[in-house]
């Protein structure tokens, strides 16, 4: 079993950043994790992900240019670095992470996920 614990979220003016963490407990292994968002009245969404060798990244349209996912495989973590934040930013966003070193954009490929960590950006 793999615990993950999201940190970082809260309340932020738009334009400005925010840094979320994902620590994993447990049995870690080589793992392709992922970060999720679910706003109010919509459907969960891929933000981006990335391979456990970090070779391979993918990023949602609505947010490449603007937010890097990156990760520290000594401390199990992965981060999510977030610039330039706007209203529509604002969800719940879920650390996620699959048992395969490889990547997929769709919430059914991963096993894990963490409790979710509520980030809103005014206006």
């Known amino acids: 079993q793999v615990q993950l614990v999201e940190s970082g979220g809260g309340l932020v003016q738009a334009g400005g950043s925010l840094r979320l963490s994902c620590a994993a407990a447990?049995?870690?292994?080589?793992?392709?994790r992922g970060w999720f968002r679910q706003a109010p009245g919509k459907e969960r969404e891929v933000v981006a992900v990335i391979s456990w060798g970090g070779g391979r990244t993918y990023y949602a349209d609505s947010i490449k240019g603007r937010f890097t996912i990156s990760r520290d495989n000594a401390k199990n973590t992965v981060f999510l670095q977030m610039n330039s934040l706007k209203p529509d930013d604002t969800a719940v966003y879920y650390c996620a992470a699959r048992p395969f070193a490889g990547v997929v954009t769709y919430s059914s490929g991963y096993t894990y996920w963490g409790q979710g960590t509520q980030v809103t950006v005014s206006s």
């Open positions: 447990g049995r870690t292994f080589e793992n392709g």
